[in-house]
Each structure stands twice: as C-alpha cells, then as structure tokens.
C-alpha cells in the first residue's frame, strides 16, 4: 500500500506538504506525539515519539492490532506491527500463488454469500447463482440442534436472513447449502459452505475496533479501504469487509480503490466472476483519473481472473 503524505506538527499547524513514498502499515489513532497527528498514516521505519507521560495510540495495518507507544520506538514492521506468524496466505490480485480452486457459475447452484469461512454475522445474506431450468430454490441452514429450510422462486437467488428464523449463534459452525427445483423435484445442490460465527468475546473486541476507527470521522472510503479492511482481514472475516465495501459502491463511490480491493476480496472468496466486474469498474474510474498506481494492481488482478477463465491444462498445478 503506497500512499504519497505530508508533513505535520503535533499542534495540528501544517507544515509546507513534503511529498514522499512510503509502504504504509499503519495510522496515528490519538493525540499525543511530538511529530504525528491523529489519522496521519505512518510508514514502516517511522519513529513514534511521546510527548513526555503520554500515550500514543496507533493501529497496525499488517495485523489490524491497537498498539500503545509510550516510549520513543521505531512504527517497525518486523516489531510490534509485523504479520501474525500464522497468517494465511489467501488469494488476491497480488498473490496468485494462493488460488487454485475459485468457484464460479455452472450448472448448480453455487453459493455466492456469506462470504468466508467465518462472520461475525448471526443473520447474512444468503445468495447463489442461478441454475437455468430451475423454477424454485430450498436454502437449507443447518447446525448442531439448528436446522431450516426455506423455498423460494426461481427469480430469487439473494435471500435476506428470514427474520421469523432463529439466528445463528456466537461460536457456532454451520452449514448453508441451495437445492435446484424443477417442479417439486431436486435437480441439483450446492456445495455446502460451512461459516463459522466468531465467539462473543472476540466479536466484543473487534466492534471495539471498529467503534475506535469510527470516532477517527474519516471518510468513508478511506476508513474502508485501510482501517476497517486490516481489522476484519486480520481474522479473515470476508463477509464483514465485503458488506463494507459494497455500501460504499451503493453509495457511490468514485474512488478507484473501492473497486480494485472489493474485486480482491472477491477473489479471496473464490469469486471470479464477481471480481472481474469491480476490477472493470476499478479500470475505467482509475484511467478517468490517470491513477498508474491503482492501475497496476487493477492490471494484476485482471490477469489472474482471466488464468482462471482458460480451460484447464495438465500443467495447471490444481489439476495434478
């Protein structure tokens, strides 16, 4: 993540803007140092510098962690902002070592949403693509001492959670899977996608995190993009990031980003189709502004969507 910044006082008096390239890891979250102000981004190799008894609060991009400073201390990525030493490698647009087996429309089906392997949601949106002779669709959640089915038309393949069904529960697992109909008869089913509701405590912890970079009052996009994605991508929570940054294309929004690490997460969820669509729109917003940066990235994800859009050969890695 390369962002150009400018320089600052820690009285909020602006300095003559200096620009600069820097891998951003992270942002200044309170008052309190002697050089950065609030929601400055920081640079891995930057010094923090408390002012003398105070604190200063910063969040970690790498593991969407809260850090206290309250001595001088390299803003270090290999410190006490690095990756968590387990962290999973997953598929984007940057790393195409990670994807092998990404799902997309065929002759069942599939589902779409919830997205991820793990939520903090107990009421998602389910969604599915549509299979072409169906003319109805059962939605079965199913757990343990958990079940439901409902059916619903054929032109109906995003079903809100159904608000006279039980909720999922904090720290359960459970089981979506979609049924094509033709008449009252199964024709074909989806791959059951099991989505794990993180505990309350965690969930606790994070909404505390997401209530901290609220009270930034940044815009939206960019809370979107930095802050909000490193906390739900720090536990792989897809669906959360993904809801997030579909409100802001709903609202409008003209920034090229927005696009460009929706349609990486969608690869992420194993979505290809869906991710060539905001990677498209990324394109066109990124080009109107002559952003080269985000068309670089935007250029990279659009070429590992269209590896998986060329029939499979026996050299394609998945397939030995």
Known sequence: MIFFLGWSNAWGQAKPEVKRRCNVIGRVTSVGDLRWRVNNLLCSGDRIT??????VNTLCYLNGEFLDFKQSRIFDAKDKCSLPRNRVRLCTGL?????????????????ISPYGSSMLSTRPVISWYAVSKATSYTVIVSGYEFYWE???????????????QNQLQFGNTYKFTVLANLGDTPISSSETLVVSVLPQEEQNSILQKVKQVNELALSPDEAAISDLDAIYMSRHLLNETIETLKARVRAGSQNPTIYRLLADRYLE??????????YTKAAQLAKSTNNLDELARIQEGLKIVENYNQPPTSTNPAQK
Do not use: F, H
């Open 50 to 55: 408390p002012m003398k008894g105070r604190t």
């Open 95 to 111: 790393n195409p070592s990670g994807c092998d087996s990404i799902k997309g429309p065929t002759n069942v089906p599939m589902l």
């Open 150 to 164: 409902t059916t619903v038309d054929k032109t109906v393949t995003t079903l809100p959670y159904p608000k006279q």
């Open 269 to 278: 969820a194993w979505l290809p189709r869906e991710a060539l669509r905001e």
